[in-house]
T-cell receptor, first 113, second 112 residues
Framework: EAQVTQNPRYLITVTGKKLTVTCSQN?????MSWYRQDPGLGLRQIYY???????DKGDVPEGYKVSRKEKRNFPLILESPSPNQTSLYFC????????????FGSGTQLSVL | DQQVKQNSPSLSVQEGRISILNCDYT??????FLWYKKYPAEGPTFLIS?????DKNEDGRFTVFLNKSAKHLSLHIVPSQPGDSAVYFC???????????FGKGTKLTVNP
């Protein structure tokens, strides 16, 4: 089944404790991206990657890191999480090209205490 | 600067009636528009799209209309069903670029 898989689904952590949210897709998509969803703010892009070893900042990249060492994986790293990073996170992927639609993962609900 | 705006946070309609969700955009360079639907505890899923060379695209009960001069698009759902109750996001991109800009979403409730 074609899908984008994120882990974990739920995560509670404390300020300053490094964490990684994993994302994997099995559709051979070149493009992958991370979004966060906050009440009243909709979906905002954190980072995206157009292919292996190619990443770029989205609208709200502060406090996040990403890497794209393999085509299928695009982990989101919070080196020193803070409470304002409490949010619902989505990973997404798609083929390159005009009109290609994004496929989203099921989301990771992160709470930073 | 919010480039894609969904000014109605919520909408409630009766089953069988039409639902109309609206979206405005400010960037005239946008040339591709999409609607995504999101249920609680799930990721958004693609619903329907339209490119700027068209003014209407239809897929079953869902129709998207684009008015380029007004920088406005709308999603019509006819007839509405309780299973359509979800948050709907409008999104736009320009020139096939990698950046998809989302609106804040409209929560649709279809009452039986």
């Amino acid at each position: 089944e074609a899908q984008v898989t994120q882990n974990p689904r739920y995560l509670i952590t404390v300020t300053g404790k490094k964490l990684t949210v994993t994302c994997s897709q099995n559709m051979n998509h070149e493009y992958m991206s991370w979004y966060r969803q906050d009440p009243g703010l909709g979906l905002r892009q954190i980072y995206y990657s157009m292919n292996v070893e190619v990443t770029d900042k989205g609208d709200v990249p502060e406090g996040y890191k990403v890497s794209r060492k393999e085509k299928r994986n695009f982990p989101l790293i919070l080196e020193s999480p803070s409470p304002n990073q409490t949010s619902l996170y989505f990973c997404a992927s798609r083929l390159q090209g005009f009109g290609e639609k994004l496929f989203f993962g099921s989301g990771t609900q992160l709470s930073v205490l | 600067d919010q480039q894609v705006k969904q000014n109605s946070p919520s909408l409630s309609v009766q089953e069988g009636r039409i639902s109309i969700l609206n979206c405005d955009y400010t960037n005239s360079m946008f040339d591709y528009f999409l609607w995504y639907k999101k249920y609680p505890a799930e990721g958004p899923t693609f619903l329907i799209s339209i490119s700027s060379i068209k003014d209407k695209n239809e897929d079953g009960r869902f129709t998207v209309f684009l008015n380029k001069s007004a920088k406005h698009l709308s999603l019509h759902i006819v007839p509405s069903q309780p299973g359509d109750s979800a948050v709907y996001f409008c999104a736009a991109s320009k020139g096939g670029s990698e950046k998809l800009v989302f609106g804040k979403g409209t929560k649709l409730t279809v009452n039986p």
